[in-house]
Structure formats: structure tokens, C-alpha cells
């Protein structure tokens, strides 16, 4: 008896939270290196396991046979297709947990409500009362949202951008609804049809809100949508009085935040612009477009293969092109000949390349490229005019010189891979069709510049015969 | 707790996030990216605490599928992360 007094004691089960979300912040705190970062995500798994060992102690939580249902459910669903997804598609199921997680918060957030009616004492106090209504609505918009993001990246819906006449005022309108309801209900009104008006205007604003952005901006939408869900996380937490959630949840809005903003700097675009919508598909006026053929250096294999060998100092320039084409495993293989010949070889990440923060080392040390040879920007920049040759493969816009020079190109200031400045660039690519933005790019034009033509992985495969024959 | 009691904890904790995430480098943006989702998962628990007490049809099955919705949330996040983290290796 006197256990099980002492385990249901609201105090103990508030000091096990406190464990929890101090597990949180070290999984984050190590995720700040990759040989600890493993570790960090072990360590916030177990926080999460004592967070649901905690609450399951709570005096008043019971029916366990729905508790065991629903988590069999979710445990059926997400092992599988976290055990099964291949590392190109990780921003859907990002996108995907993402959606899940909001949809619970809004369903969370609406059986409170419906509980506090039904229990006779009308609208709950305002303090709870308010964050509910907050973590309705967000929860709602990135549920759907997600759910949108997913759909454009596994292209079960067109990336382009869909929109209709008057998209903002639409989306401003139905922000409207939902704020005004949620006021209505705040202001006094008991009412759960108010209450279900806001989750389907929130719902219809999260599908408006993600439909007109275009594909490639997707990364930011996914990185927004994280944050949202963090944040109705929190907000349910001030209405449950659950200091983890609001600790937990905070990280995630305060992550996704910083995450946002990282990649919209690094688009050049900012935040306002993405979700006006409309880039990826609404076609950007080419600079200097004089309809002019000039002038490009085409190479082949055996002397890209010499060119490399020879070096002292190669830097891969991967793009997202190197993804679809699947030739990251080649790379790596050509990478290895390489290096048994003596030559140093880099890979330069642009922050952007791949479709969300990171994703491109993902995919190379899936292909078994080791990390501490993944160069950050500001790392790898200095380290171009001592580079003998710059392989860029599938990468077009983020090599771009333009950014850093024609004051009137659409992509200037965005930061760059300042691969011109090696000794020697060879340029693999399908054709010379511009890159998706549709501007030119003067890198390819340039004279220490000379183009590989074709599929990425078989060019890659041509090279890499060519250097084990030398 | 009170309300601003939970305000201040919820502050501080949006500048501890800020600091923690600011030091991870982009290399590992995707996994963190991935963590956080799961650690979002927390919402689970929102789930948890209302089944019980929940009267009718409605609310329990809107519990059920709030702890499911949860559970994929955080199984699948924290696994679909540690896989990435696996194969960041140096060379050996």
C-alpha cells in the first residue's frame, strides 16, 4: 500500500518529468557532434519511456486495454515504416510523423473541451482554456499541412505550386474564423460546434497554406511545421499543467524555429516570400537572357579520370541530382580509388542540398563516406583556390557565381560553394537545360570550366573504370 | 502550477532550445531534425492522462486515436533516427 501511495504521489511523478526533459535537453545537447549524437537519441528515447511510465502512474489514468490498443496500433504503424524507409524519402516520413503528431495535439486539445462541457462546469478556467484553444488550431494546420507536404513529396499530389485567385485573402479569411471563434469561446461561449468550426478552418488553412509552395521549398515548410507541432505540444501543456510537454514542446518550436530560419538564409528567400508561394512552378524571368548559345567546354571520361588522378585535391560539389540518380555509392567507390592513389578528397555541403537541412550527408554516409570528410560551407570556401579540381555533380544553383556577382540576378546574395574558384571545375550534367530556377550560370561558361555529359551515376561509372585502368 | 509560473518555465525552456540547437552542425540537421519530431511525440502522454477519466464513445476513441497518432510519432521518430545516426562513422 505504502509503494503504491508513494509511486501515485503527484510530487514523485512531477520529479520523474523533471528527469525526462532533462534527458531531452542532453539528446540535444549531444547531438551537437556525430559520435555522441547516437548516444543523445538512446538517452531521449529513455526520457520519453520514463515521461509515459510517469503518467501511466497517475492516480486517475486508467482504461490500460485502450491505452495497450492504441499503442499497438501506433507501434504497428511506425515500426515498420521507420525500419523500412529508404534515406532519400526521409523528408515525407519526417513530414508524416510530423502531421501525426500535430493531429494528436488537436484531438487532445478537443476531448478536453468536450470533457470540461460534459463534466457540468462549462468552458474551463481561461488559463487552461486558451492554450487549448491555441493547440487546437495548430495542431490542426500541421496535421494537415504535414499531410500535404507528404503527399507533394512522394508525389502523390503535383509539387507544383497550386493556387487559387485571392489565396491570401482566403488563407487570411479562414485564420480569421478560427482566431474569432476561439475568441467567441474564450469570451464565454460554451459551445462545441465553435469548437469544431475552428478545427475544420484550421484543417482547410493547413491544406491552402502548404498547397502553393512548390516542391523545393518544401524543407522550410517541413522545418515550420516541426516547430508548430512543438509548439501546440507546449500549449497543450500549459492547458494539462504537464511541465514536460511544455519543456519538451518548447524545444521542438525553439528547434524548428532556428531551423527556418537557417535554410530560408540560406535560399536567400526570406520566410514571408516562401509562403506567399508560387516559386518552383511560376517561372523566374532568366537573367541575361539574350536567347545567345555561348560557348561550353564539353570533356570525357579518361581525361576527367586523369585530371582527378593527378590531383592533389578533389572536392565533390553533391547536389540533389547525385540522389535521384543514385550515384552516391559510385562516388564513394570513386572516391576510394582516389585516395588509394594518393589524392585528398572532400565532399563541400551546401546547406541546401538534398530536400530538407542535412539531408545530403545522410545520404553519403549511408553511402559509407566517412563524416569528419563532409566540409560545411564556410569550411570548405577557404579551401577551393588550393583545390587542384571541383567535381560538381547534380548541383547547379548553389554553385552559382551569379550570387555572388550580377547585383540583378534573382539568386544574388545566396550563399554559394565557391567551386569557380578551384584550379580546375568539371561539371557533370544531363544536359544544358538551366537549372529549376531556370537561370543560367555563368560557372559553366567559365574557362577553367569543361562539362561531363550524361546520367550522373553512369558518367560517375565511366570515371571511375577510366581510373582503375590508369 | 500556476499560469505564470508554467509561462517562465516555458521561456526558459525556448532559450535552452535555442543555445542546445544552435551548436549542432548541419551535418546532423536532418537527424536533429528527426529527433525533435520525436520528442514532439510527447503529446502521447496528453492522451494517456484523458482516457481514463473520458466519459462516452466519442471521447474514448478520439484518446485511442490520439495515443496512436502519439505512439507512431514517437517509436517511429526515435527509431527512423537512430538508423541515420548509425551510419555516421569515421573512417576506420
Known amino acids: ?169 482566403i488563407n487570411i479569411g479562414l485564420l480569421a474564423v478560427c482566431v474569432g471563434c476561439a475568441i467567441a469561446i474564450a469570451a464565454g461561449t460554451e459551445s462545441e460546434a465553435l469548437f469544431v468550426v475552428i478545427l475544420v478552418a484550421a484543417a482547410v488553412l493547413g491544406n491552402m497554406f502548404v498547397l502553393p509552395i512548390g516542391g523545393a521549398d518544401m524543407p522550410v515548410v517541413i522545418s515550420l511545421l516541426n516547430a508548430f507541432t512543438g509548439l501546440s505540444a507546449a500549449a497543450a501543456g500549459l492547458a494539462l499543467d504537464n511541465v514536460a510537454l511544455i519543456v519538451a514542446g518548447m524545444l521542438v518550436g525553439a528547434s524548428g524555429s532556428i531551423l527556418t530560419m537557417l535554410m530560408a538564409e540560406a535560399m536567400n528567400r526570406s520566410i514571408a516570400n516562401i509562403f506567399k508561394g508560387g516559386f518552383g512552378g511560376v517561372s523566374v524571368a532568366p537573367a541575361a537572357g539574350d536567347g545567345e548559345a555561348k560557348p561550353v567546354r564539353s570533356t570525357d571520361p579518361a581525361d576527367v579520370a586523369i585530371q582527378l588522378s593527378y590531383a592533389r585535391k578533389v572536392v565533390v560539389a553533391p547536389g540533389y541530382g547525385l540522389a535521384v540518380a543514385q550515384a552516391q555509392h559510385t562516388v564513394r567507390e570513386l572516391a576510394d580509388a582516389l585516395e588509394k592513389r594518393g589524392v585528398e578528397v572532400l565532399y563541400a555541403i551546401h546547406p541546401v542540398a538534398g530536400r530538407m537541412p542535412g539531408h545530403m550527408n545522410v545520404l553519403l554516409a549511408e553511402a559509407d563516406v566517412p563524416y569528419d570528410h563532409l566540409k560545411e560551407m564556410d569550411e570548405i570556401n577557404p579551401e577551393f583556390p588550393q583545390t587542384d579540381v571541383a567535381l560538381v555533380i547534380g548541383a547547379n544553383d548553389v554553385t552559382n557565381p551569379a550570387a555572388r556577382e550580377q547585383t540583378d540576378s534573382p539568386i544574388y546574395g545566396m550563399p554559394i560553394l565557391d567551386v569557380d574558384k578551384a584550379a580546375s571545375v568539371i561539371v557533370l550534367k544531363r544536359s544544358m537545360n538551366t537549372g529549376f530556377a531556370g537561370i543560367d550560370n555563368p560557372l559553366f561558361y567559365a574557362e577553367n570550366t569543361s562539362l561531363l555529359f550524361g546520367d550522373a551515376k553512369e558518367s560517375v561509372q565511366k570515371v571511375l573504370k577510366e581510373v582503375e585502368e590508369l | 502550477m500556476d499560469l505564470l509560473t508554467e509561462l517562465t518555465i516555458l521561456v526558459l525552456a525556448a532559450f535552452v532550445g535555442f543555445e542546445v540547437i544552435s551548436k549542432v552542425p548541419n551535418t546532423l540537421h536532418t537527424p536533429l531534425m528527426s529527433a525533435t519530431n520525436a520528442i514532439h511525440g510527447i503529446v502521447l502522454l496528453g492522451g494517456l492522462y484523458l482516457i481514463g477519466p473520458a466519459e462516452g464513445f466519442l471521447n474514448n476513441f478520439l484518446c485511442v486515436i490520439a495515443i496512436a497518432f502519439g505512439t507512431i510519432n514517437v517509436v517511429g521518430g526515435f527509431l527512423v533516427t537512430d538508423r541515420m545516426l548509425e551510419m555516421f562513422k569515421r573512417r576506420d
Open chain 1, 1 to 169: 500500500m505504502y509503494t503504491a501511495t508513494f509511486l501515485q504521489d503527484p510530487d514523485f511523478i512531477r520529479s520523474l518529468y523533471i528527469v525526462a526533459f532533462a534527458l531531452f535537453i542532453i539528446d540535444l545537447r549531444l547531438m551537437n557532434h556525430p559520435r555522441t549524437a547516437r548516444k543523445g537519441n538512446i538517452l531521449g528515447a529513455i526520457g520519453m519511456g520514463i515521461a509515459v511510465i510517469a503518467t501511466l502512474l497517475i492516480e486517475s489514468v486508467g482504461d490500460y486495454g485502450l491505452i495497450a490498443l492504441g499503442v499497438a496500433v501506433g507501434t504497428a504503424v511506425g515500426v515498420p515504416a521507420a525500419r523500412s524507409v529508404k534515406m532519400t524519402a526521409m523528408p515525407q516520413m519526417v513530414a508524416l510523423f510530423n502531421g501525426v503528431g500535430g493531429g494528436a495535439v488537436a484531438l487532445i486539445s478537443f476531448v478536453e473541451y468536450r470533457e470540461a462541457l460534459a463534466g457540468g462546469g462549462g468552458n474551463p478556467a481561461l488559463d487552461a482554456l486558451i492554450p487549448a484553444l491555441f493547440a487546437a488550431i495548430i495542431g490542426s494546420v500541421s496535421f494537415w499541412g504535414s499531410n500535404i507536404a507528404f503527399g507533394k513529396l512522394q508525389e502523390l499530389i503535383p509539387g507544383r505550386p497550386i493556387q487559387l485567385p485571392g489565396q491570401q485573402f
